[in-house]
């Protein structure tokens, strides 16, 4: 994954933590539309993987 692609994604969810929705949309969205095939699986396991990172649960963390 590009690394602009990771930072955006990033400030996606510490923004959606913040209950910034609209402006995470913003961000992330166009990385997203953007991205090939492959970095479009990419971006699917980092969410998948980084779920907590969106919504401050850390009960689901892996140690």
Known sequence: MRPST???LKRAAEL???NR???A?????????A???YEGDE?????????ADF???TSRETP
């Not at 949309?25 to 539309?33: D, N, R």
């Not at 971006?43 to 993987?49: D, F, K, Q, T």
């Open 43 to 51: 971006i699917l396991r980092w969410l998948a993987e980084h779920a």
């Open 55 to 57: 919504t401050g649960d």
């Open 25 to 33: 949309v913003l961000i992330a969205e166009p990385v997203i539309l």
């Open 6 to 8: 990771l930072r955006a």
């Open 16 to 18: 959606t933590r913040q």
């Open 35 to 37: 991205a090939d095939s």
């Open 21 to 23: 929705l609209t402006e």
